[in-house]
Each structure stands twice: as structure tokens, then as C-alpha cells.
């Protein structure tokens, strides 16, 4: 058999495999799409409750300031964008990693002393879970593992899982305002961590950290040499004396990946512009700047309209703005600790900051109810109020409440939750 014979008999065996192995359909989906779970709605799904249809619905489930309508953007916000929309100039599309006017604005913005930025430390996104995504994604390779908060927001679980990256927790106090335990952190470090992210302020827990204890993280980072991811996405949105230490501030060597965005400082989540800071004084993260703008070109950018707004949005909006915002947060904050303090079997920890509240149940005292997840569903069905439970977070036997409502309505809130207690306490 000539050469041209057995090349055409394999090329024909080759093509009846093919034929044979494809002879009906099969569409699995991808490994990716498995991997990617949202814990909140995966627990809230299992829930399988339904309000009781002679209560009006109270929702403190989700972390939207817009829902209730009590909470109205500053109207320098809406001017900035009527700009943009009648110049015809920001319909097109923009840089990956975002536009230059934009990015200027926030260095010049954000940019101090002890953590400077240039244009070139700034990657935007399409909000801020797309900056955490961007941010994730450079730093962390499948069969790596990177060290998340406990209790914690549920997106951080989701992008790494689907990227393949183990999720090791380490642990925050409730008796110590969810300090990090940094005894237990530094059992989980080994040589396939790639990176720390750290919340602060915290959702769910609302606290905000010291920076003695931010500057005692640091510490451990720089020992072992982590790179800090820091979704500040609640900056300065902290009650009464508490103070915000952004972590950048306060070291010169340790590389940060700093998270944060519109959506809740300027109460516009649903504008979807985010960005990442990259505070490197030594060159370490190099490579990391490679990264995160090769990514950016996965989604082509954030909103044009709103890129281009964000110098006027940033620049034009009073700090009476925010400080009416806060002082909202905190009177909510007051209101659901006073109702709720005074509830047996419950334990508030008052928040710092943030729009969040953690409140622990003590099961033992409640006839009928197993856990965190049975204890949101019956209160969901009884009283029309629905929380998050704690498992949400990797925290059983919490729930999480938003502090968003009208005062009136929290309070409402509030009382239903004292009602049902009582009905269920031993």
C-alpha cells in the first residue's frame, strides 16, 4: 500500500470516528457555568417560603439603597449625565480599561500622600463585582487558593469558584466587632495562596476596622508576603467617631488591590462603573498591571455615559451629600438596635458602618426552628419580613438586615421580628 493510500485510508477512519462519536446531539454546559454558584440565591431558593399574602412585604434582604425611594441621588449626579447626553460625545466606545478623563479625575480625586495614584494605577469596570472579578482573575490561578472573610460577602466566593480557585475563610469575631482572628489566618496560608481579600467596612457585618488591627493585618501580610485584594466598595460610610482607614494608607510595602466604585457611596448601583487602584511603591505587581488591563478586554469596559460623567459626578457632589447619607444609616442603625437588643434570644451587634446589621440567634431558645435558614423562612411566612440567613454568609445561625428602609418602615420591621419571636421563644 502506497503512502497516499494509507494517509487517505486514515484520513477516512479519522472522519468515521468523528461521524460515529457525533451521531447525536450532546450539549453539556460548561465546567465553568458549574462551578459558579451564588450561595444567597441558592439558600434563599431553598427556603421555599412565600410572605403571608395579609402582611404588606418588608424586604431588608437586598443591599439596594434605591428600592424604597427614601434614598435620592444628589441631583449634581443627574446634571453630569444630562451633560453627557446632550454633548453626542459619550455614545461610543471607550478604552477596555476605561477612558482618560475618567481616570484622571480619580487620581486626582483619591490620590495622597501616603498612597499616591497616577492614571496609570486605575482600571475600570463594569461595576464594582467586575473590578473584584478583574482583580481576582489577575492574581489567582486555578489550583491556587485565596483567603476570604467569614462571614462574607457571597461574590467572592462565586468568581473564584468559578475560576477554579479553592476558597480558604478565615474568621471574623462577632465578640470583637468582626475583627479578623489572625491566629487562625495564618493556619490557611501555605505556598498556593495567591492573595488576602479583605471587606472593610463589612457587608454583611457593618463593622469597620481599627487601624491599629488593620495595621496588625499588614503585619501578617508583609511575614508572609500577600498581596491584599480590599473591596472598600462602603468607604467612609462609618457612624458617629468611627474612622475609615483606607489599608493603603497605611503601609508602603505591602502590594494593594483596591476595590470600589459608584454604587454606594453615590447610591447608583445599577450605573455599573467600578474600578481598581493599584497602590505598588516597589514594582512588585508589575505584571499584575498587565494582567488586569488584558482582562478588561473580556467585556470591552463599563458604561460610556457614565465614564464620561464621573469627573463632574466626583468633583461636583457636596460632602453635605454623604453626611446626610450616613446620618440616615446610623439613625437606622439606632432604630433596629433598640427594637432588637431587647428581644430574648436574639444578640444584636450594633454596625460601625456600612447599610448592614448581623444578628445572632440563639436556635436553643426557639421551639420548632432548626436553623438560621428555617428561622428567615417561618419569619418570612408569618410576618412578611424577609432577612438573609447567616449560611448565605458561611455563618449559621445569623441573619443579615438592611438598615435601607424608611425609619417607619424598619421600625415596622423590627416590631414584626420582636412579635414572632415572642410567639416561637421557649
Keep these: 500500500m502506497s503512502v497516499n ?95 482618560e478623563e475618567a481616570r484622571k479625575a480619580l487620581a ?32 489567582c490561578n486555578e489550583d491556587q487558593n485565596i483567603l476570604l472573610p467569614r462571614p462574607g460577602f457571597s461574590i467572592y466566593q462565586t468568581i473564584s469558584q468559578s475560576k477554579g480557585i479553592e476558597c480558604r475563610y478565615y474568621n471574623l469575631l462577632p465578640d470583637r466587632n468582626w475583627e479578623i482572628d489572625l491566629d487562625q489566618l495564618v493556619t490557611l496560608i501555605d505556598d ?29 501580610c ?13 468607604e467612609d460610610m462609618v457612624f458617629g467617631s468611627t474612622k475609615f482607614y483606607p489599608i493603603a494608607s497605611l503601609t508602603k510595602s505591602v502590594p494593594i488591590l483596591k476595590v470600589s466604585g459608584l454604587a454606594k457611596r453615590f447610591l447608583v448601583p445599577g450605573w455599573r462603573v467600578g474600578w481598581v ?42 460632602d453635605e451629600f454623604y453626611q446626610d447619607t450616613i446620618n440616615q444609616f446610623e439613625r437606622s442603625a439606632s432604630v433596629s438596635a433598640s427594637v432588637l437588643s431587647e428581644i430574648r434570644g436574639l444578640h444584636v ?14 436556635i436553643e431558645e426557639f421551639k420548632g426552628i432548626k436553623d438560621d435558614v428555617e428561622f428567615a423562612a417561618k419569619l418570612l411566612e408569618e410576618e412578611s419580613v424577609m432577612c438573609l440567613p447567616g449560611q448565605c454568609f458561611h455563618y449559621p445561625n445569623y441573619i443579615r438586615i438592611t438598615l435601607i428602609p424608611p425609619t417607619e418602615k424598619l421600625k415596622e420591621a423590627c416590631d414584626r421580628i420582636r412579635e414572632f419571636c415572642i410567639r416561637h421563644h421557649i
Design 108 to 139: 486626582k480625586k483619591f490620590s495622597t500622600e501616603d498612597a499616591p495614584l497616577t492614571i496609570r494605577d486605575i482600571v475600570l469596570g463594569s461595576g464594582a463585582s467586575d473590578a473584584l472579578n478583574l482583580a481576582i482573575g489577575a492574581l
Design 349 to 362: 451587634i450594633v454596625p460601625q458602618g456600612a447599610m448592614y446589621m448581623m444578628i445572632g440567634i440563639n
Design 222 to 234: 508583609e511575614t508572609y508576603k500577600l498581596v491584599i485584594i480590599a473591596d472598600e466598595i462602603y
Design 5 to 99: 493510500d494509507r494517509t487517505e485510508d486514515a484520513l477516512n477512519n479519522k472522519v468515521k470516528n468523528v461521524m460515529t462519536s457525533r451521531s447525536k446531539w450532546h450539549v453539556p454546559a460548561s465546567i465553568v457555568s458549574k462551578r459558579t454558584v451564588n450561595p444567597i440565591r441558592e439558600t434563599v431558593f431553598n427556603m421555599r417560603a412565600k410572605p403571608n399574602p395579609d402582611k404588606e412585604l418588608i424586604s431588608l434582604a437586598l443591599g439596594d439603597p434605591t428600592i424604597f425611594g427614601n434614598f435620592k441621588i444628589h441631583e449634581s449626579c443627574i446634571d453630569a449625565v444630562i451633560k453627557q447626553l446632550q454633548s453626542y460625545k459619550a455614545n461610543g466606545y471607550l478604552p477596555a480599561f476605561g477612558c
Design 192 to 220: 498556593k495562596t495567591a492573595c488576602i481579600l479583605i471587606n472593610n467596612p463589612s457587608n454583611p457585618c457593618g463593622s469597620n476596622f481599627s487601624r491599629q488591627h488593620l495595621e496588625s493585618i499588614i503585619q501578617v
Design 277 to 318: 487602584f493599584i497602590y505598588d511603591q516597589n514594582g512588585i505587581l508589575d505584571e499584575i498591571r498587565d494582567a488586569l488591563l488584558s482582562l478588561s478586554n473580556i467585556i470591552l469596559g463599563a458604561n460610556s455615559l457614565i465614564q464620561h460623567s464621573i469627573p463632574n459626578i466626583i468633583f461636583n457632589t457636596p
